[in-house]
């Protein structure tokens, strides 16, 4: 299955918000973690099995975000997901968040492909490498 530019519909839940109603700065990591898992999901890949059969998590290396435009209390924004660089340990995302044509939030995040047990760099298993590495 090959996905370009993935894109995630989330609702904001009043516990998104702070006591303005509007998303409050750190959810937005959590929308855009949201739609990494949700885009290797929909590439046939859950992170609790690559943990059990290929001895892998990723992490998030490093963030880098600007904010633009705020979300608030019950809009439907749409999160997306584009792998912009792969490498052997590790993927670069750079993520959006839109209401409509309107850039709210914007970011390239890092992820890196840790072993599970002992918590230092590992390849991506290469079924999944070739998979990701077709998808930019």
Not at 50 to 65: D, H, K
């Amino acid at each position: 299955m090959k996905i370009k530019k993935f894109i995630w519909p989330v609702r904001v839940y009043y516990e998104d918000t702070d006591a303005g109603g509007v998303v409050f700065y750190a959810n937005y990591l959590k929308f855009f973690e949201r739609a990494r898992t949700e885009m290797l999901r929909a590439m046939g890949y859950e992170q609790d099995e690559l943990m059990v059969s290929a001895g892998i998590i990723f992490v998030v290396r490093s963030v880098q975000v600007d904010y633009l435009r705020s979300a608030r209390f019950n809009e439907l924004i749409q999160v997306s997901a584009e792998v912009v660089l792969v490498k052997k340990a590790s993927l670069t995302f750079e993520q959006l968040i839109t209401r409509g044509d309107d850039v709210l939030c914007k970011s390239i995040i890092r992820i890196a492909c840790l072993d599970v047990n002992t918590l230092r760099p590992k390849a991506i298993p290469e079924n999944l490498l070739e998979l990701l590495k077709n998808e930019h």
